[in-house]
């Protein structure tokens, strides 16, 4: 079977969509032909690249959730299928960072931290199951990371939760194999967003460099061309994995880090 990266009449929910990766996913997936929802904490944001995406041929709508609160995360998603028919793709990317050494990582930060990146992951595909395993198919990709393999410094609530997806993408291969809906990982190594953006000087004054030996000897140190990984660079993984025809690579995880991680 030959492949075409088309996504024509699909409906994607996109989170975290208002900004960096989420956003060019959603206009790559609108191009390619999907109806998508922008769905994200931050409404205003979400409705304005909603309105680009219109402007340009494509269809989208934003959509106001908070990915870690069960009541939003049902409501969006069903406002989403009445709008654009049965979800066919969920990309659960809603993330944020936060950067400390385990000795003063306050716990309501790792409890805020994975709430954002498990409860969402796992909210917002129970949302969209039902419907996904009514019509025997569909797609759901966790936004993972480099960090879902490897870990680094200051990053402990991060590297949990990013290794965490990776069990949640694996069980469900196994029970949604059978009804016909596949998951995928993507694990993204630094790309250039406003999550990288804070990171730079939080990490110079928790490691005493400076913010271009943050970039040059943490971030982008074991990459194979000294480049970030970029917002394009994911978008089309995403699309790949997407338009894939069969359940071949479900339940695996798929980095892109210019040679940063090659597990
Ligand atoms: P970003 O900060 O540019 O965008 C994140 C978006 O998520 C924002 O629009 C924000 O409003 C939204 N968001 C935050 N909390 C939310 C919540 N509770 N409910 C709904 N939306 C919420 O970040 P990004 O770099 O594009 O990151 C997107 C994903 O990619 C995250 O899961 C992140 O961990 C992952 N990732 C990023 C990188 C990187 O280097 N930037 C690398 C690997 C993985």
């Known amino acids: 079977m030959t492949m075409q990266l088309s996504l024509k009449?699909?409906?994607?929910?996109?989170?975290?969509?208002?900004s960096g990766i989420g956003k060019e996913i959603a206009e790559t997936y609108a191009k390619a032909g999907a109806k998508v929802a922008i769905a994200d904490l931050n409404l205003d944001a979400a409705n304005a690249v909603a309105e680009a995406i219109n402007k340009a041929g494509g269809r989208a709508m934003g959509v106001a959730m908070n990915v870690t609160d069960e009541a939003q995360v049902n409501a969006g998603c069903e406002a989403v299928a009445k709008a654009f028919g049965p979800v066919d793709i969920l990309v659960s990317n809603a993330g944020i960072q936060i950067v400390n050494p385990i000795e003063n990582f306050a716990f309501a930060d790792w409890k805020?931290?994975?709430?954002?990146?498990?409860?969402g992951a796992f909210l917002t595909?129970?949302?969209?199951?039902?419907?996904m395993y009514a019509k025997n198919g569909g797609v759901v990709i966790y936004m993972?990371?480099?960090?879902?393999?490897?870990?680094?410094?200051?990053?402990?609530?991060?590297?949990?939760?990013?290794?965490?997806l990776l069990g949640l993408a694996r069980v469900l291969a196994k029970e949604g194999g059978p009804k016909g809906v596949r998951s995928h990982v993507i694990c993204p190594g630094f790309v250039r967003t406003p999550l990288v953006e804070k990171q730079i000087p939080e990490q110079a004054k928790e490691l005493g460099i400076s913010e271009n030996d943050v970039i040059k000897n943490v971030m982008l140190k074991d990459t194979v061309d000294g480049e970030f990984t970029t917002t394009a660079d994911i978008a089309n993984l995403a699309l790949f994995l997407a338009a894939f025809p069969t359940a071949a690579l479900t339940g695996q995880s798929i980095i892109?880090?210019?040679g940063w991680c090659m597990n």
């Open 256 to 258: 892109a880090s210019h």
């Open 9 to 18: 009449d699909k409906t994607a929910i996109v989170t975290g969509a208002a």
């Open 125 to 131: 595909t129970k949302a969209v199951l039902p419907g």
């Open 144 to 164: 993972g990371s480099v960090h879902s393999h490897e870990a680094s410094k200051l990053k402990s609530a991060y590297v949990t939760a990013k290794h965490g």
């Open 112 to 119: 805020k931290l994975l709430a954002i990146h498990l409860d």
